[in-house]
C-alpha cells in the first residue's frame, strides 16, 4: 500500500478548478496513477495532490486526455459509466464514495459493513435509515463469479449504500482545458479540485482527531475510470487508473487504498 504524505497549509483554497494557483504549485503531487490491477503505468498521465488545514481537506487532480467528454448532467447519476475521478476515504466500518466528471457533475454513496451497523449502533440513526427506498446492499466491484456473488470478494462481506447521502457543504470545481466534447481536436485534459470540512468527516473519523494532529493516518483511494472505444465498440471493464494498486479489479477494497500520512 503506497504512503503518500499530505501538506499542511496556513491559508484557505478558493476552489474553482485552477490549479495553477501556487498553493497547488507548490504542493506534492503523486506520481503517475498505475492500472488498478497490474500497477503498470495508466493509459493516461493522471496525478493527484493532497493539502489540508484545520478546517479543510483539500484534494486536486490532473488528468490528461486527448479527448475530454462528459454527457451526465444529473446529480448522482451513474458518472463512472462515462469517464470520472474519484476519491473514497475510510472510516473503518464505513466509507464514503465521490466520483466526477468533466461537467462537474458528482455523484456520492456512503457505505456501512453490514457487520457493523447493529440495532442500537451508532449507525441506528434517521439518516442512515435502510428502510428509506436509496439505501441498498452491495458486494463490491464486477464481480459475476458463483462463489462470491452475493457478498462479493472482502472478508466484511455486504456492506450498506446509501444512495441519498450528500456530503455536508462538499465544493468540487472542474477546468477543462480543451472542448468538451468536441472530438475535432485535441484536449490537454482536466482537473478537478474538492474540498471537504473536517466537521463533515465525523462518520468518517473513527476515534481519529478533527482536523487531524501531524503524523494521523487515514486510507483513501484516489483514482479514475476512463470509457475506452475500440472499433466502435466499449472496452469493459473501463481502464483504472488508481495511485495505488488492488491486484484485483475491486475499487471497494479499503485495505488496498493508499495510506495518506498528515
Given amino acids: 500500500m503506497q504512503s503518500y504524505t499530505a501538506q499542511k497549509i496556513t491559508d484557505s483554497i478558493v476552489i474553482d478548478g485552477d490549479l495553477t494557483k501556487s498553493v497547488w504549485q507548490n504542493a506534492i503531487w503523486s506520481p503517475r496513477f498505475v492500472d ?40 448522482d447519476s451513474i458518472i463512472f459509466l462515462e469517464n470520472d475521478l474519484e476519491l473514497f476515504i475510510d472510516g473503518g466500518d464505513c466509507y464514503y464514495e465521490l466520483e466526477v466528471n468533466a461537467r462537474n457533475t458528482i455523484y456520492e ?12 449502533s451508532r ?11 436509496q439505501a441498498m446492499t452491495f458486494g463490491g466491484d ?46 490537454t485534459g482536466w482537473s478537478l479540485e474538492i474540498a471537504i470540512p473536517w466537521k463533515s468527516l465525523t462518520w468518517l473519523a473513527n476515534g481519529r482527531n478533527l482536523p487531524p494532529q501531524p503524523g494521523d493516518e487515514w486510507r483513501m483511494f484516489l483514482g479514475r475510470f476512463q470509457k ?16 495505488t494498486p488492488h491486484g484485483q479489479y475491486d475499487t471497494h477494497q479499503p485495505d488496498s487504498w493508499s495510506r495518506i500520512v498528515f
Fill in 142 to 187: 464486477y464481480d459475476r463469479t458463483g462463489a462470491s456473488f452475493w457478498y462479493g470478494k472482502h472478508p466484511r462481506g455486504l456492506r450498506w449504500a446509501f444512495l441519498n447521502y450528500d456530503m455536508p457543504d462538499l465544493q468540487t470545481a472542474v477546468r477543462v482545458a480543451g472542448t468538451l466534447n468536441d472530438n475535432s481536436d485535441i484536449d
Fill in 109 to 120: 454513496v456512503f457505505f456501512i459493513w453490514k457487520d457493523a451497523y447493529l440495532r442500537g
Fill in 36 to 75: 488498478m490491477v497490474t500497477g503498470a503505468p495508466g493509459l493516461f498521465d493522471t496525478k493527484a495532490a493532497i493539502l489540508w488545514n484545520d478546517t479543510h481537506l483539500y484534494v486536486a487532480f490532473q488528468a490528461e486526455e486527448p479527448f475530454v467528454e462528459a454527457h451526465q448532467t444529473e446529480r
Fill in 123 to 133: 449507525f441506528d440513526v434517521p439518516l442512515f435509515d435502510v428502510y428509506q427506498p
Fill in 228 to 243: 475506452l472505444m475500440v472499433s466502435g465498440a466499449e472496452v469493459q471493464p473501463h481502464p483504472a487508473m488508481v495511485m
